[in-house]
């Protein structure tokens, strides 16, 4: 398994943007996929964003697509999710996943991964 350290997350404004970086050790992230999910209390964990590393396919939850945008750096072995255009209803946890392979579908489920990291809290404001 491959180990992921979430970082960036914070208290940020309506309209505001933050950068959410993923490190990842013990295995080269571009050996398949990358994803992003987030949970609000009470609720479910739910996609948000995803890169294939081959061919860097990218798929978006409809809530976020011309908002967000997932990247990344394989030569430091870290992804990223940059948030623009930040809502309320944005307010979660957001995990980074990790997965050796590439993705089957433009929605991927939380089964589809098999590391985490521990997360990272965000905060919108109205």
């Known amino acids: 398994q491959v180990q992921l350290v979430e970082s960036g997350g914070g208290l940020v404004q309506a309209g505001g943007s933050l950068r959410l970086s993923c490190a990842a050790s013990?295995?080269?992230?571009?050996?398949?996929?990358t994803g992003w999910f987030r949970q609000a209390p009470g609720k479910e964990r739910e996609f948000v964003a995803a890169?294939?590393?081959?061919?860097?396919?990218?798929y978006y939850a409809d809530s976020v697509i011309g908002r967000f945008t997932i990247s990344g750096d394989i030569a430091k072995n870290t992804a990223y999710l940059q948030m623009n255009s930040l809502k309320p209803e944005d307010t979660a946890v957001y995990y980074c996943?990790?997965?050796?392979?590439?993705?089957?579908?433009?929605?991927?489920?939380?089964?589809?991964?098999?590391?985490w990291g521990q997360g990272t809290q965000v905060t919108v404001s109205s």
């Open positions: 996943a990790a997965k050796i392979g590439g993705l089957d579908r433009s929605s991927p489920t939380t089964g589809d991964f098999d590391s």
């Open positions: 013990g295995r080269a992230i571009s050996s398949g996929a």
């Open positions: 890169i294939s590393w081959t061919g860097l396919a990218r």
